[in-house]
């Protein structure tokens, strides 16, 4: 007798596949816009330096 096949394990399978696919190309994204110095955060210092100096005067 051949064995039942157990869906819900090919199912998780595709699943973590899909997930890890998901993962290196949000990686692979996330790197090439580093590479472009796109994301460069904005810490806000000079903003501040710029308010200082306003009230200052």
Request: charged fraction near 45%.
């Amino acid at each position: 007798m051949a064995r039942k096949p157990n869906y819900n394990f090919e199912k998780r399978q595709k699943d973590l596949a899909r997930q890890k696919k998901k993962e290196e190309k949000l990686q692979k994204k996330a790197l090439k816009k580093d590479a472009q110095g796109n994301d460069v955060p904005d810490t806000g210092e000079s903003e501040g330096a710029a308010e200082e100096g306003q009230t200052v005067e």
